[in-house]
């Protein structure tokens, strides 16, 4: 039997238990225990019992159960350390309410988390995730973790347990930074300054991302301008070679035409003086007959003379007569001679003539064509070199414009990173404009209901007409207002912010099923969480429990500073949130000034809030 006893102080009408707190637990051959176990009030527990009785077992086997390794509950190197001697297992299981609107998985657990760990002397261990009807629904380590932060139950945090080993420590520790410490630790401080260092940190390198973005763009810019020079003048070389090449081709057409004209010339000069000696020769011929006959004359007239004496005095006569025909002959036959030789020394001319034009034309064939086809053949060979430099002009005007596609490909990528930021600017300051006008519209129509959006606003209109508004009340935050508007932001983070804001309040678990159906058919991606209850129409007597206020402190009452008309809508917020125990402070160093001293802070309060919103525990 175990020496161990619980005592358990019980309020006047004990509220339904909130989503976190310990129901039960079960020790089974843990530590000094064979079998122990516990059923928790929902409010205030005390174990006692003498020294060595196992009440730091019962806290152990707490840390345990929630997933602590053996190095964290200071009570042995492993977890096979902690099953009682002269045992090979053992287990520890707790059970969590998981009961209201902010319960985990609702849908899954219910209204109750039980976790049971088992433990063998190897040092090994296993679990057991159990929902309200003893269903085992998941064996994993991760899923106790999901759960613990769900339930904001910190293992590992004093504040929520704090073992023997660390409560020595803390009450020896008299250093302002060793209790600083513990109160950065326990506050969550120290893991909200972590986060809020790393987010500075991200934010400065999502700043040199941004710079050494913007800086990669202006350097792209410039080598896309210069791949675009050299693109343009890679196009006009190769513009250039094609005149070139043109122009070349057209130079050394000129000079053949030019050759065969010169030629054509030549052979029409040859024509000419052939034709020319051609005449001559017909001359010489006439000339010749013409003295061939002359000759002939004489003979006979000679003949003549030596035949008849008689007729000698006649051919005297007759020869005296014809003696100046005769000289005439001749001196015709002289003149005829010396044309001949004449016309013979121009015949001989036009053949030195003929002769050395046709030395010429095959002097022009032999050396000016030559010289012509040479330079024809390295005109040539200048083209060739200038069309493997156009090819090259070609590959390089290739790469460049390769280069230049993809730097404007990566222009353009960052063009669109930038059009995606800008419109997700613009996106962000269009719903800011479209909240800004829903609220300016809500005000001037006095319907608070349309702040909470429009699948809202028609939910409770389709409500309305089906005349469910007394079993159906919500959004919570449309029954609520605040008499001094400066606390609302405190008020809002005191209820839980939005999330608990838009949850509803209905009069029976038939009623939120309903409900859950007309939220599908109006369009709700996500269902706001119901709290079914019964209506009583009137508000909770919390006189005794509520904060008490003394004068000229910087402490306000949230529960007087709320204004609801809705007696049901108040009874959820006094049972869920405790809000008649939840103090406004003016400033944070009010807030730290008093609640850091227990006599200077209220009595009955549990936590406190300033306008900026940080919540304070005494």
């Known amino acids: 039997m175990s020496q161990l006893s ?133 064996h994993t380590r991760d899923a106790i973790e999901q759960i613990t932060a769900a339930l904001n139950i910190p293992i590992n945090n004093p504040m929520c347990i704090l073992t023997q080993n660390t409560a020595k420590t803390f009450l020896s520790t008299c250093s302002p930074a060793g209790l600083y410490d513990y109160f950065a630790t326990a506050s969550l401080l120290s893991d909200t300054k972590e986060h809020l260092e790393r987010t500075y940190k991200d934010l400065k390198e999502m700043k040199s991302a941004v710079k050494a973005k913007s800086e990669i763009l202006e350097k ?18 190769a513009s250039g070679g094609e005149k070139l090449k043109k122009l070349k081709d057209e130079y050394q057409w000129a000079l053949v035409k030019e050759a065969e004209v010169a030629l054509k010339d030549i052979e029409t000069e040859i024509n000419k003086k052939k034709s020319q000696i051609i005449t001559e020769e017909e001359a010489i011929k006439g000339i010749e007959k013409k003295i061939s006959t002359l000759t002939q004359e004489d003979a006979e007239i000679t003949a003549r003379a030596e035949n008849g004496a008689k007729e000698s005095d006649e051919l005297r006569d007759k020869i005296v007569r014809l003696q100046p025909e005769l000289s005439e002959a001749k001196e015709q036959q002289r003149a005829a001679k010396s044309e001949y030789s004449k016309a013979k020394g121009n015949l001989q001319r036009k053949d030195a003539e003929i002769k050395s034009l046709t030395d010429e034309i095959q002097r022009i064939r032999e050396t000016d064509f030559g010289s012509i086809m040479k330079k024809k053949e390295e005109d040539e060979r200048k083209i060739v070199e200038l069309e493997t430099t156009q090819k090259a002009y070609e ?3 290739s790469v460049a414009e390769n280069d230049f596609n993809q730097f404007d490909h990566a222009k353009k990528r960052a063009e669109d990173e930038s059009s995606q930021c800008l419109r997700l600017i613009q996106d962000i300051e269009k719903k800011i404009r ?14 608070a209901i349309n702040l909470f959006g429009r699948d809202h606003a028609s939910l409770v209109k389709d409500i309305r007409a089906r005349g469910l508004q007394n079993k159906i009340k919500g959004p919570i935050g449309a029954y609520l207002n605040v008499k001094n508007q400066s606390w609302a932001p405190a008020i809002s983070c005191a209820l839980g912010g939005e999330a608990n804001l838009t949850s509803y309040l209905v009069d029976s678990d038939k009623t939120a099923q309903a409900l859950r159906k007309m939220m599908g058919k109006h369009g709700f991606r996500r269902l706001p969480t119901i709290t079914a209850c019964r209506f009583l129409g009137k508000v909770h007597d919390v006189q005794n429990e509520k904060i008490r206020i003394q004068e000229g402190t910087p402490f306000k009452s949230l529960m007087e500073e709320l204004i609801c008309d809705d007696p049901d809508m108040m009874n959820l917020l006094i049972d869920t949130f405790n809000i008649y125990s939840v103090a406004l402070i003016e400033s944070e160093q009010d807030a730290m000034d008093y609640m850091s001293e227990r006599h200077l802070v209220p009595r009955n309060c549990s936590v406190g809030y300033t306008k900026k919103r940080p919540s304070f525990l005494p």
């Open 395 to 397: 590959q390089a005007k």
């Open 220 to 237: 792209i810019d410039e080598e896309v301008e210069e791949k675009r020079k050299k693109l343009e003048l890679a196009q006009d070389l």
């Open 6 to 138: 619980i005592k358990k102080k019980k309020p006047q009408s004990p509220p339904d238990p909130k989503p976190g707190i310990i129901l039960s637990m079960r020790l089974q051959n843990f530590m000094c225990h064979d079998h122990l176990a516990f059923e928790f009030n929902s409010h205030l527990n005390f174990i006692i019992g003498p020294n060595g009785s196992g009440k730091s077992a019962v806290l152990t086997g707490l840390q345990v159960a929630l997933g602590a390794a053996a190095k964290e509950t200071e009570r042995g190197a492993k977890l096979g350390d902690l099953v009682k001697k002269g045992c090979t297992s053992g287990s520890v299981s707790v059970t969590l309410s998981n009961y209201g609107p902010f319960g985990y998985k609702k849908d899954i657990y219910g209204s109750a988390i039980t976790i049971v760990r088992t433990l063998k002397t190897s040092g090994s261990s296993s679990f057991k995730i159990l929902n309200s009807a003893g269903t085992v629904q998941d």
């Open 434 to 447: 479209k909240r800004t006008d829903d609220i300016q519209r809500c005000i001037a129509e006095n319907d």
